[in-house]
């Protein structure tokens, strides 16, 4: 059975940090992404950071880039989400999601995978 946990999400100020991290198990990271999507309330859920577990290669959204990095340990099974100088439009629930490909996948309908999701709330 494949499992995605999420941890790491909380309440933080704007311009503030903190680091998700998504712990999988039931698969092993060759051919596959990984992403982290959020979803704020009243609004659809996006696509925010993805890498590839083969090559690590990775995909940011625009409104992230600079600011958020991603980022693997294959001996761990573990992916990180990095986020600095957290926004308040940031606030979201954050979810980690796996998809087997070899290719960079950014598109939420194509996961195969899903977390339970963790929330962030950065207060202004």
């Known amino acids: 059975e494949v499992r995605l946990v999420e941890s790491g999400g909380g309440l933080v100020q704007a311009g503030g940090s903190l680091r998700l991290s998504c712990a999988a198990s039931?698969?092993?990271?060759?051919?596959?992404?990984i992403g982290w999507f959020r979803q704020a309330p009243g609004k659809e859920r996006e696509g925010v950071a993805v890498?590839?577990?083969?090559?690590?290669?990775?995909y940011y959204a625009d409104s992230v880039k600079g600011r958020f990095t991603i980022s693997r340990d294959n001996s761990q099974n573990t992916v990180y989400l990095q986020m600095n100088n957290l926004k308040p439009e940031d606030t979201a629930v954050y979810y980690c999601?796996?998809?087997?490909?070899?290719?960079?996948?950014?598109?939420?309908?194509?996961?195969?995978?899903w977390g339970q999701g963790s929330q962030v709330t950065v207060s202004s």
């Open positions: 039931g698969f092993t990271f060759d051919d596959c992404a």
């Open positions: 890498i590839s577990c083969r090559d690590g290669s990775t």
């Open positions: 999601a796996a998809v087997r490909t070899r290719n960079i996948r950014v598109l939420s309908a194509t996961y195969e995978y």
